[in-house]
């Protein structure tokens, strides 16, 4: 069993605020993968701003699932 296999098979018997807790504390460790010179980060924060100042501009989830054809 892979050390990866073994921390899963523990992990698996945690509560879900502990899993919560380790999800976070790992994601956290990981190196950022997008910085702020990344096009997509920009845009994403664009949107962000967008959504914020104009909350209409948002869609629910449903609406995205039937607008990729889901």
Avoid at 41 to 48: F, G, I, L, M, N
């Amino acid at each position: 069993m892979t050390r990866v296999q073994e921390v899963r098979q523990q992990a698996g018997t945690l509560s879900i605020g502990e899993k919560a807790e380790l999800a976070a504390d790992l994601l956290e460790s990981l190196p950022p993968i997008l910085d702020d010179e990344d096009e997509g980060v920009a845009e994403a924060r664009r949107r962000d701003h967008e959504m914020d100042t104009d909350p209409s501009a948002a869609i629910t989830w449903e609406q995205l699932r039937r607008g990729v054809g889901r």
